[in-house]
């Protein structure tokens, strides 16, 4: 299915948007979840693209992410030996040595 995007601008601020080869199943489906949400179907889509374009894309999230990451010193192996212990310990009093 080929996809044809066409930008045209009609004043300083706005450009029509048009998009081909849209599956008709697809157009009545975003026109049903228009109506149900009271809006047009240029009103709805507007809408979504706006959204989109307000989400921070993936790759700008995974380096945000990367950035804020803990780095631990121990090993979990060491962390779940010590709970296990401190289970342990709690079930069968401290242990004698």
């Known amino acids: 299915m080929a996809v044809c995007i066409e930008i045209h601008k009609y004043s300083m601020h706005m450009s029509l948007l048009q998009i081909r ?5 697809t157009k009545r489906a ?6 149900a949400n009271g809006r047009s179907l ?9 959204r989109e374009v ?9 380096k945000r992410a990367a950035g804020r990451a803990e780095r631990s010193t121990a090993s979990a192996l060491s962390a779940l030996q010590a709970a296990r212990d ?12």
Do not use: M, T
Request: avoid cysteine; charge should be negative; aromatic fraction near 2%.
């Open 21 to 25: 080869d849209v599956p008709d199943e």
């Open 54 to 62: 307000a989400r921070p894309p993936v790759s700008e999230v995974l």
């Open 42 to 50: 240029n009103a709805y889509l507007l809408d979504l693209l706006r």
């Open 86 to 97: 401190e289970r342990q310990e709690g079930i069968s009093g401290p242990a004698s040595r």
């Open 30 to 35: 975003l026109k049903a979840r228009a109506a």
